[in-house]
């Protein structure tokens, strides 16, 4: 089976299965396997692949520009930066991260975090960043409620692109007000950590449905997410029979019986429930 899309407000389609890297690029001994395991992914599909300035010090960055090195016109690619109160600022972290993946363009440019700092500082940045065509579009990453209704108030604020936040079975909040909110506006949802940082993989229902599928409980999370529409979501695989057995999740195809069981040991929220980072 193709591996699901979604559709960017702008019009642009990207691969609703991508790639992180959080975590890649701080141990030297698996730099090989972990650029083998990205370009791989690209190879299979899973093209949006996802950074930031922070992770290992930029040297996450410096690792992706060396797998997308000569895969980049196949690649969306992601970065973040932190929040700043001095636009200038967020444009030289832009111009530094763009030699660090060693490309003339950002695909998608996400504040990383809210801070107290001005939204309209950020989105002037943003916006200067496309005009001389450094980024091709911005969003947001980890943005609450109230954050995304302030963001789309403000002049230019509507044109974010995406809010990535932590989304999971296990972590359901943002279905009570988040996630209906941000498809009501037509911002899709980029989900980060979809396994709970490996938390949930234990978990016997997922055991369970996997078992009848023959499939892992990986792929079984995954396959929960990419059903749902205006959704995409980051796993990291750093080895490449990972990033195979997150391939293998496009294919999965979960029952109604599966779903009711799945929200039975999932319980999705009674009331609405702060954001939490991870």
């Given at each position: 089976m193709a591996i699901p899309t979604i559709t960017l407000p702008s019009g642009e389609v990207i691969s609703a299965l991508g790639q992180?890297?959080?975590?890649?690029?701080?141990n030297p001994s698996r730099r090989d396997e972990e650029i083998e395991a990205l370009r791989l992914g690209i190879d299979l599909g899973l093209t949006?692949?996802?950074?930031?300035?922070?992770?290992?010090?930029?040297g996450t960055e410096e690792l992706v520009a060396e797998a997308i090195a000569d895969r980049r016109e196949s690649v969306f690619l992601v970065s973040k930066v932190a929040p700043s109160d001095d636009r200038n600022d967020t444009l030289a972290?832009?111009?530094?991260?763009?030699?660090?993946?060693?490309?003339?363009?950002?695909?998608?440019?996400?504040?990383?975090?809210?801070?107290?700092?001005p939204l309209d500082e950020t989105v002037q940045a943003f916006t200067s960043l496309m005009t001389q065509g450094l980024i091709r579009h911005w969003g947001v990453s980890n943005f609450d409620l109230p954050d995304l209704v302030e963001l789309t108030s403000i002049a230019g604020g509507t044109a974010v692109e995406t809010n990535q936040v932590p989304y999971n079975l296990g972590r359901r909040g943002i279905e009570a007000d988040l996630l209906p909110l941000c498809r009501e506006a037509g911002v899709p949802v980029m989900a980060y950590a979809p396994f709970e940082r490996g938390g949930m993989l234990d978990h016997p229902a997922?055991?369970?449905?996997?078992?009848?599928?023959?499939?892992?409980a990986a792929?079984?999370?995954?396959?929960?997410?990419?059903?749902?529409?205006?959704l995409c979501t980051i796993p990291r695989a750093s080895t490449p029979d990972h990033v195979r057995e997150n391939r293998g999740a496009a294919d999965l195809v979960l029952t109604d019986d599966d779903l009711v069981?799945?929200?039975l040991a999932f319980p999705p929220p009674t009331g609405p429930e702060p954001l939490q980072a991870l």
């Open positions: 992180g890297t959080r975590g890649m690029a701080e949006v692949v996802d950074t930031a300035d922070t992770y290992a010090d930029g972290a832009c111009e530094q991260s763009l030699d660090r993946l060693r490309t003339d363009r950002i695909d998608l440019y996400l504040l990383h975090w809210r801070e107290s700092d997922l055991a369970q449905v996997a078992r009848r599928h023959g499939a892992t792929q079984v999370g995954l396959a929960w997410l990419l059903r749902q529409d205006m069981e799945l929200d």
